[in-house]
């Protein structure tokens, strides 16, 4: 079983500003890393998918993928309230279909 | 696109009781189905991965007598939980992957609650 580690929170920031997850994996060949967001009481919504080394950038989002320190972080830049929710950090592969989740990370954006 | 549905979103029952959750991908086919249970204030836990037409693999711990899945097409796949008791009151997800095999998509989630 893969281990996946995210800083516990909850992660408080203010309005506008960055709210930066780390996630760190134990299996050195894991080849897929995924960051989900889940509302209270709701199912996990798939945010991000990054494979390769470096960044990744979605709109407000931006994936960093580290495979040698075997770390993916993702910013949420100009934070909304929307934002609000509690960050899941997913990483699966090579030839395993399977999904290992963090326990996540809650952040709170303070409007 | 990657849209997934389950039915129902809110279940109660009685304990002893049978429940059967529905999972559908809408727009695409699903290789694989997956489910998931998710008690409250903790993380995802994996109870069983489905092919369509192939018997489901288990997690370690999940009782597969107790948790029939059926992935009878590439569009539905279905979990019952037999001689339901208090204790498999849970959020139940599942969620489904297609050609990208490494990306799955949740549904929406039920709320199983066994009084």
């Known amino acids: 079983q893969k281990e996946v580690e995210q800083n516990s929170g909850p992660l408080s920031v203010p309005e506008g500003a960055i709210a930066s997850l780390n996630c760190t994996y134990s299996?050195?060949?894991?080849?897929?890393f995924f960051w989900y967001r889940q509302y209270s009481g709701k199912s996990p919504e798939l945010i991000m998918s990054?494979?390769?080394?470096g960044d990744k950038e979605d709109g407000r989002f931006t994936a960093q993928l580290n495979k040698a320190s075997q770390y993916v972080s993702l910013l949420i830049r100009d934070s909304q309230p929307s934002d609000s929710a509690t960050y899941l950090c997913?990483?699966?592969?090579?030839?395993?279909?399977?999904?290992?989740f963090g326990a996540g990370t809650t952040v709170t954006v303070r409007a | 696109g990657a849209v997934v549905s389950q039915h129902p979103s809110r279940v109660i029952c009685k304990s002893g009781t049978s429940v059967k959750i529905e999972c559908r991908s809408l727009?695409?086919?699903?290789?694989?189905m997956f489910w998931y249970r998710q008690f409250p204030k903790q993380s995802l836990m994996l109870m069983a991965t489905?092919?369509?037409?192939?018997?489901?693999?288990?997690e370690q711990g999940v009782e597969k007598d107790k948790f029939l899945i059926n992935h009878a097409s590439l569009t539905l796949s279905t979990l019952t939980v037999t001689s339901a008791h208090p204790e498999d009151s849970s959020f139940y997800i599942c969620?489904?992957?297609?050609?990208?095999?490494?990306?799955?998509?949740f549904g929406p989630g039920t709320r199983l609650t066994v009084t």
């Open positions: 489905s092919n369509e037409g192939s018997k489901a693999t288990y």
């Open positions: 997913a990483v699966n592969g090579p030839n395993d279909y399977k999904l290992s």
């Open positions: 299996d050195r060949v894991s080849q897929s």
């Open positions: 727009d695409f086919q699903a290789t694989t």
């Open positions: 969620s489904a992957s297609g050609t990208d095999l490494y990306e799955q998509y």
């Open positions: 990054i494979y390769s080394n």
